[in-house]
């Protein structure tokens, strides 16, 4: 499976975002996708999560009303809407799969994108 983001950049606070994640190749095994990021000098965070069979979603309490997760299954594409992005949003933002369910466990992870929100 390969990951490929886009959609990062400069914005102001208060402003908008959309994420696209793009997955490819053995799609069919992915059981959940989901976006993290990473602050300088922080760890990587969970910022939101879906499933791909129910589309079950979970979010960060920092995100939760800002930020939604959607899934289009006919493009394979993942995507992440951050509204009111706050200059603490700022961080490199990875996609992320997990291949479950009955295949071997496996984890897949984009190679990030930039946001960076000025204050």
């Known amino acids: 499976v390969q990951l490929v983001e886009s959609g990062g950049g400069l914005v102001q606070a208060g402003g908008s975002l959309r994420l696209s994640c793009a997955a490819s190749?053995?799609?069919?095994?992915?059981?959940?996708m989901g976006w993290y990021r990473q602050a300088p000098g922080k760890q990587r965070e969970l910022v939101a999560g879906i499933t791909t069979g129910g589309g079950s979603t979970n979010y960060a309490d920092s995100v939760k009303g800002r930020f939604t997760i959607s899934r289009d299954k006919t493009e394979n594409t993942m995507y992440l809407q951050m509204n009111r992005l706050k200059p603490e949003d700022t961080a490199v933002y990875y996609c992320?799969?997990?291949?479950?369910?009955?295949?071997?466990?496996?984890?897949?992870w984009g190679q990030g994108t930039q946001v960076t929100v000025s204050s």
């Open positions: 190749g053995s799609t069919f095994s992915i059981s959940i």
């Open positions: 992320y799969a997990e291949r479950g369910g009955r295949f071997p466990r496996h984890d897949y």
